[in-house]
């Protein structure tokens, strides 16, 4: 079987074969997948090249927004520092929002804008108080377990961490002789005593389950050391020079000895 097609010299036909028709047909046929397949991947390029371009936009924004963060918790914590100081100078009664802002160098307005009022900016510098010492316990016991280095690096934070813990001391004396009190700021203070307490029973009673401490009664000795720290933080701001390594360390050795088989 053959087919004609016209002959390129003149007019006339000129015979083809089926293979060569078959041939051209199947040219034309890949011709035609071709195109789609090449407008498909020129589709793909723009959409990547879209994706790339709004993933761009997404990370310069997340960055944007990550330092307008940095920077807002960095200005809430300058606040909080001035204000602890405060506090700690006057009186939870005494100091203002305005004082402060001029402390600070920052306007009354931005002081509101982290916090709503006084009682929540004193409440959350309460907080920040109570949150150093606890990281500071926690980063001097380390991996000791031991019931007895326990009990020693609490009462060892009360010397390393004796102006924070004045401070937290001296303005929640201040706040509870002000007259006015607030349940938040009540459950903040609370919990440092709260923390102390467990803190302390839970060492006590290691020491009694694994023999090292003698069988003794953790509540009422837990409350002995807590009421003896406040005494000589107290203490120690009404009288400046007092030996705080001698008091504290007088009175570890009082409770290792009450605590110990015989005094041992």
């Known amino acids: ?62 960055g944007k927004a990550s330092a307008r963060t940095a920077r807002a918790n960095d200005n809430a914590a300058r606040i909080q520092n001035v204000a602890l100081n405060l506090f700690a100078k006057s009186s939870f009664s005494a100091v203002t929002i305005k004082d402060i802002g001029q402390a600070t160098g920052l306007n009354t307005a931005m002081i509101y804008y982290y916090f709503r009022d006084k009682e929540t900016l004193f409440q959350q510098t309460v907080e920040v108080a109570v949150n150093r010492a606890i990281a500071a316990f926690e980063a001097r016991r380390g991996d000791h377990r031991e019931p007895e280095a326990i009990i020693v690096n609490w009462l060892e934070i009360h010397i390393e961490q004796a102006d924070l813990i004045r401070k937290f001391l001296k303005i929640s004396t201040d706040y509870a002789n002000s007259g006015k009190r607030v349940a938040r700021i009540d459950n903040a203070i609370r919990r440092f005593y709260d923390d102390e307490h467990q803190i302390l ?53 009082f409770v290792l000895s009450h605590l110990k088989h015989d005094g041992a």
């Open 1 to 62: 079987m053959s087919m004609t097609g016209p002959d390129s010299a003149g007019g006339d036909s000129i015979p083809l074969r089926a293979s060569d028709a078959k041939r051209s047909a199947a040219k034309r046929k890949i011709a035609a997948k071709r195109k789609p397949a090449g407008k498909k991947v020129a589709k793909n390029a723009a959409k990547t090249a879209v994706n790339k371009t709004a993933a761009k936009a997404r990370s310069k924004a997340d």
């Open 201 to 253: 029973v839970d060492a006590m009673r290691a020491g009694i389950k694994d023999g090292s401490f003698r069988d003794v009664d953790v509540e009422q000795l837990s409350t002995f050391v807590s009421t003896f720290l406040d005494g000589v933080m107290a203490r120690s701001i009404i009288f400046p020079k007092l030996d705080m390594v001698e008091a504290v360390h007088g009175l570890r050795e």
